[in-house]
């Protein structure tokens, strides 16, 4: 009877695979405890370690099978590394299926989306089957379509055991970034009340308080594509980095760059002040990706010395 009941857990995913196939919707299969007393862990577990060493050999399969994904609810203590050591998959396969930019946003109470198969998964409206094939060496038709399982009515491109470029992963972990001023954070990411209107708002950065005047400096290496006056932001540079990440410094006394301007990391950009909606001097700070703003509480900066 315990053998029975093994092989049914074992042949679980298969089934619910083959089902999302035939009838077009992902199929998520739930983890609930990241130990050997969990068979879908067990699972994945071992798929992982499969494809693992299949990239350690540098082999690849002739036709790879159908990617399972799973879901599992960080416990109290757990993040992203605790995932990585207890299920062999890596920060390229986690991140880009789950959608993240950071992954200082992977930690308690969140759920994240596991594949039993290493790789990076694309947003199909980006990019193609064709452009993937071509830059990671790989037969088109092992590239797989999948129902984004974070975003309902989205679909992504599934690239098995191909990993991120050194820059890439490095953005990932946060450390690309530098603080572009010492201050005292008076506020942060996320819904706050706004002093003006005393009403519940989201703001899409962090404050950081400092004497006015005082130097605000390129968070990253990048080009100047906006230098000028903003409503709200008042004096405002925005500054263009790789792979679609832009960094939004406001309330500038002075801007010392100009518009087109190719600038170093740690350069002086301006000076702290009060222009613009402020109630004291102080820099209104902002990564956005792709225009989409992200939470700079969950990078960890590198520090300036000024």
Not at 11 to 25: D, H, Q
Not at 119 to 125: A, N, P, Q, R
Not at 215 to 234: E, F, H, L, P, T
Request: proline share 4%; aromatic share 10%.
């Amino acid at each position: 009877m315990k053998r029975f009941i093994y092989i049914t857990a074992l042949l679980i995913p298969i089934f619910l695979t083959l089902y999302s196939n035939i009838f077009g919707a992902l199929t998520i299969i739930k983890i609930d405890e990241l130990n050997y007393n969990d068979k879908n862990y067990i699972n994945l577990l071992d798929k992982c370690v499969e494809s693992k060493n299949r990239i350690i050999k540098n082999e690849r399969l002739e036709k790879y099978p159908p990617v399972n994904i799973y879901s599992y609810i960080l416990k109290p203590y757990e993040d992203i590394w605790t995932i990585i050591a207890k299920t062999s998959l890596n920060i390229d396969t986690i991140a880009t299926l789950n959608r993240i930019d950071f992954i200082g946003s992977i930690k308690e109470g969140v759920t994240v989306f596991l594949p039993d198969i290493l790789g990076l998964f694309f947003d199909s409206g980006l990019t193609t089957r064709e452009e993937l094939a071509k830059k990671y060496g790989i037969k088109i038709d092992n590239i797989q379509k999948i129902e984004d399982p974070k975003n309902s009515g989205k679909e992504l491109y599934f690239v098995p055991e191909v990993k991120l470029s050194f820059l890439q992963r490095t953005y990932l972990t946060g450390v690309v970034f530098h603080s572009p001023l010492m201050g005292i954070e008076t506020s942060k990411f996320g819904k706050r009340i706004d002093p003006f209107i005393n009403e519940v708002t989201f703001h899409g950065g962090v404050d950081i308080a400092a004497p006015e005047g005082k130097s605000v400096r390129a968070a990253r290496q990048g080009k100047v594509v906006y230098a000028g006056k903003s409503d709200g932001y008042g004096n405002l540079v925005i500054i263009q980095h790789e792979l679609g990440y832009y960094t939004l410094y406001g309330h500038l006394k002075e801007i010392k760059v100009e518009k087109g301007d190719l600038v170093e990391t740690g350069q002086e950009i301006g000076t702290v002040g009060t222009t613009g909606r402020t109630t004291g001097p102080h820099l209104h700070f902002e990564i956005r990706r792709y225009n989409k703003k992200l939470n700079p509480d969950n990078i960890p900066f590198l520090l300036q010395h000024q």
